[in-house]
């Protein structure tokens, strides 16, 4: 497997408790490949990504992250968590995303031209200008997925983790990210692992798909040439 991978999976086991979810994940990342990430409900997607994050212990195997150990990494990687509870539902769109910037993980988040013009990039890249000074309660689900994805993508990340990305955004939503999942991956070089279920525009941007099984993982190309 290459060293230079950003993300590598050697004999990855993972559970909950005695639940045992995936095992004999094998598999390294290529720098700026798109991977879907496959499998059924309670399949572990979610347990990986967070294990990739260092917020949850592989029961076997290792996992490694630009190199090193999963919680050294964070700092490079943008995250679009499945679920997440709105602890400050009045805050607006652009507030919300502006909480992801740098600073913010090290003491209050600045608000300099810098800070301004990234939140701004991150907007647009998602459509969501028009969301900005909206209280986060009162947004849909899909413009909602939205501005989670634009505060994941603000410090432009070197390895992208999309949670079921796809839940709730429509169907030009849906292929806009697959353009800008493209688009990331082709000028910036960013590797992206993104999990879906089924048939999704998706598809059509993905280098390989990595599926769960309680009984060993499959790491496959998705387009494979005749
Ligand atoms: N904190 C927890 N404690 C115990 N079991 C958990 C915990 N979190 C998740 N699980 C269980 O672990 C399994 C995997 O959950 P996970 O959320 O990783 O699956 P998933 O593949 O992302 O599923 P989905 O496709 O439904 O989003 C599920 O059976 C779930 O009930």
């Not at 679920?83 to 539902?89: D, E, I, V």
């Not at 493209?182 to 525009?201: N, Y």
């Amino acid at each position: 497997m290459s060293p230079r991978s950003p993300l590598v999976f050697s004999g990855l086991e993972l559970s909950h408790g005695e639940r045992k979810l995936c095992a004999d994940v094998n598999c390294a990342l290529p720098t700026g490949s798109v991977t879907l990430l496959q499998g059924h409900n309670g399949a572990g997607k979610t347990t990986l990504f967070r294990a990739i994050l260092g917020l949850h212990r592989s029961r076997a195997g290792e996992i490694r992250v630009f190199g090193g150990a999963p919680a050294q990494g964070r700092s490079r990687i943008g995250y679009l968590p499945q679920t997440r509870p709105l602890s400050a539902p009045q805050l607006a769109a652009r507030a919300f995303v502006t909480a992801a910037w740098r600073g913010s993980r090290f003491g209050l988040p600045s608000f300099g031209r810098a800070c301004r013009n990234a939140v701004d990039e991150a907007l647009t890249c998602v459509d969501a200008c028009a969301l900005a000074t909206r209280p986060m309660f009162q947004l849909s689900g899909g413009e909602r997925q939205r501005i989670g994805l634009a505060a994941a993508l603000l410090d432009r990340p070197r390895l992208l983790l999309l949670d079921e990305p796809l839940a709730g955004l429509d169907t030009a939503h849906q292929e806009q990210l697959a353009v800008l999942l493209r688009h990331l991956q082709r000028t910036a070089g960013v590797t992206i692992f993104v999990s879906v279920h089924g048939r999704s525009p998706l598809d059509d941007v993905a280098d390989f798909r990595l599926t769960l099984r309680p009984r060993g993982a499959s790491f496959l190309p998705v387009h494979v040439d005749s």
